[in-house]
């Protein structure tokens, strides 16, 4: 079982990046993703998720209007398009699977079964 982050990099604000999150040895079908980040010195912070169930997407309130989730379970990955980048979107990203979610804690982490690596984004000019 894994998930592969990818897709990090350097981006200058006012620019774009595209996450992805591949998985591997489990049915992507069968999980929700959400997109997590820590910034140095900082607490994990959930980004953004996307249902199995129904394709509903959800976004912190740091990213709405600027990132959008969205998946292909036929190529097993799901991606993060991150645009109008700002400085504090400077953080390592993790895409992390979960089976059940709850809505009421969408983002903490004791429901996510898997985990990927993370992928570094730096956010500057």
């Known amino acids: 079982v894994q998930l592969q982050a990818s897709g990090g990099g350097l981006g200058q604000p006012g620019g774009s990046l595209s996450l992805s999150c591949t998985a591997s040895?489990?049915?992507?079908?069968?999980?929700?993703i959400g997109w997590f980040r820590q910034a140095p010195g900082k607490e994990r912070e959930g980004v953004s998720c996307?249902?199995?169930?129904?394709?509903?997407?959800y976004y912190a309130d740091s990213v709405k209007g600027r990132f959008t989730i969205s998946r292909d379970n036929d190529k097993h990955t799901v991606y993060l398009q991150m645009n109008s980048l700002k400085p504090e979107d400077t953080a390592v990203y993790y895409c992390?699977?979960?089976?059940?979610?709850?809505?009421?804690?969408?983002?903490?982490?004791?429901?996510?079964?898997?985990w990927g690596q993370g992928t570094l984004v730096t956010v500057s000019s």
């Open positions: 996307i249902s199995n169930v129904d394709e509903r997407s």
């Open positions: 992390a699977a979960a089976k059940w979610i709850i809505l009421s804690a969408l983002y903490s982490p004791r429901q996510y079964d898997y």
């Open positions: 040895g489990f049915s992507l079908d069968e999980y929700a």
